[in-house]
């Protein structure tokens, strides 16, 4: 297999593992089916083989895996979903997020939609396109998420710009890479269960009820246990 089409597998290998956790995550919740630790990872390497095994190997007409077929519809997650569906979905309770998370994430959602739909002239989805006013403002944002303790925030952010700066994704535009319409629907809803019902207690937090802050657990000596 040569690098160009090893590179081209990267965002279907990504997928189906995303895909595969959030599978995982559903038979959890829904059936109450224990599939943690060496199970868990046996099934998500199991179902994210089945889904890069191209159609044709199994008889059917379809040529492409069933993987690229999600793809065409859900089309690339953004880094920042990335990283929540594999290290809060799949409930590795050492990363958290700040419960102000989700409100942030919800309000730039309700700002940026709207206007990069072209509902109005102003379009702030071109500043994605090698705007190095806007690249720098969001290096600035994970600098200041670091600095108030919210390293995770601040991982996940920058995670983001790198994965744009080496064009880990086929789109060249920064948002695509730090936000999408499935985080913008998570925060949304979980901010108007939290502003409608409350907030839970820290502790009935769920995997997407998140508190507490990576560098706060570096502190004690735990960052990732």
């Known amino acids: ?5 090893l590179i081209n597998l990267i965002p279907l290998i990504e997928l189906s593992l995303v895909s595969s956790i959030v599978l995982l995550h559903l038979l959890r919740a829904l059936l109450g089916i224990g599939l943690g630790g060496a199970f868990g990872f046996i099934f998500i390497f199991l179902c994210s083989a089945l889904l890069m095994i191209p159609f044709h190997e199994i008889g059917a007409p379809w040529s492409l895996p069933f993987v690229a077929y999600i793809r065409g519809v859900t089309g690339d997650l953004s880094v920042i979903s990335t990283m929540l569906i594999l290290f809060t979905w799949s409930s590795w309770s050492s990363c958290r997020l700040s419960s102000a998370t989700p409100f942030i994430i919800a309000f730039v959602s309700i700002l940026f939609y709207p206007f990069a739909l072209g509902f109005t002239m102003f379009d702030p989805y071109a ?4 705007s190095i006013i806007f690249t720098s403002a969001v290096i600035v944002v994970a600098f200041l998420l670091f600095f108030a303790k919210q390293s995770w925030e601040a991982l996940m952010v920058s995670l983001a710009v790198i994965a744009w700066s080496i064009h880990w994704h086929e789109s060249t535009n920064l948002w695509d890479y730090l936000l999408d ?11 108007i269960r939290w502003l409608v019902w409350g907030r839970p207690e820290p502790v009935t937090y769920s995997a997407w009820d998140i508190d507490s802050s990576v560098l706060a657990r570096r502190k004690r000596g735990r960052m990732f246990s």
């Open 1 to 5: 297999m040569s690098l160009a089409s």
């Open 127 to 130: 500043w994605g396109y090698s």
């Open 181 to 191: 319409p499935f985080l913008a629907v998570w925060a949304i809803v979980i901010s």
